[in-house]
T-cell receptor
Framework: QQQVKQSPQSLIVQKGGISIINCAYE??????FPWYQQFPGKGPALLIA?????SEKKEGRFTISFNKSAKQFSLHIMDSQPGDSATYFC????????????FGKGTKLSVKP | DAGVIQSPRHEVTEMGQEVTLRCKPI?????LFWYRQTMMRGLELLIY????????DSGMPEDRFSAKMPNASFSTLKIQPSEPRDSAVYFC???????????FGQGTRLTVV
């Protein structure tokens, strides 16, 4: 119940295309769903996050779509650029007073020029 | 603020030796997390602290692992004795509160030979 399942494991997209990464969870107590971006040799950095009271959040070329009933959420990267090539992690946090994030296993995105 | 600072960046040690990883969280952050990242298992939460008190250490793999946070500005993760399977990148992260963004350090790449 504590898992967050992420797919695909790797993704290759042409420049200008749309990258889509999906995540699913079981624990309905999760109340915060961030996406992190990690470049080689660096720590993960927050990209965008959503709470379950909204179905979509957009920041520039990055959009999270959230389906509470299906317990799924996804990251869409519009007009993908080579600079977006990185590993992306979805995550979920336990509600209440707990603060720990549960991460998906990551998706390695390569955007070809 | 310089962000979360981890040291060393790289550590190579022989099996059986003691290894100590260090972390300085962002000033004012109440939560500190230790994660381990491997290709096989992704990002795993090892332990986290709130106001210097360990809250959940269920992710610590074995008694060989221990973590301390003697004050708000310093934490250590110790492995004694180290084994080759401990080879991974270890990340420290901190956040202001349970419901806010977690900031990651650059990680310590540990290699046990």
């Amino acid at each position: 119940q504590q898992q967050v399942k992420q797919s695909p494991q790797s993704l290759i997209v042409q420049k200008g295309g749309i990258s889509i990464i999906n995540c699913a969870y079981e624990n309905t107590a999760f109340d915060y769903f961030p996406w992190y971006q990690q470049f080689p040799g660096k720590g993960p950095a927050l990209l965008i996050a959503i709470r379950p009271d909204v179905s979509e959040k957009k920041e520039g070329r990055f959009t999270i779509s959230f389906n509470k009933s299906a317990k799924q959420f996804s990251l869409h990267i519009m007009d993908s650029q080579p600079g977006d090539s990185a590993t992306y992690f979805c995550a979920a946090r336990n509600g209440g007073s707990q603060g720990n994030l549960i991460f998906g296993k990551g998706t390695k995105l390569s955007v070809k020029p | 603020d310089a962000g979360v600072i981890q040291s060393p960046r790289h550590e190579v040690t022989e099996m059986g030796q003691e290894v100590t990883l260090r972390c300085k969280p962002i000033s004012g952050h109440d939560y500190l997390f230790w994660y381990r990242q491997t290709m096989m298992r992704g990002l795993e939460l090892l332990i986290y602290f709130n106001n210097n008190v360990p809250i959940d250490d269920s992710g610590m793999p074995e008694d060989r692992f221990s973590a301390k946070m003697p004050n708000a500005s310093f934490s250590t993760l110790k492995i004694q004795p180290s084994e080759p399977r401990d080879s991974a990148v270890y990340f420290c992260a901190s956040s202001l509160a349970a419901s806010t963004e977690a900031f990651f350090g650059q990680g310590t790449r540990l290699t046990v030979v």
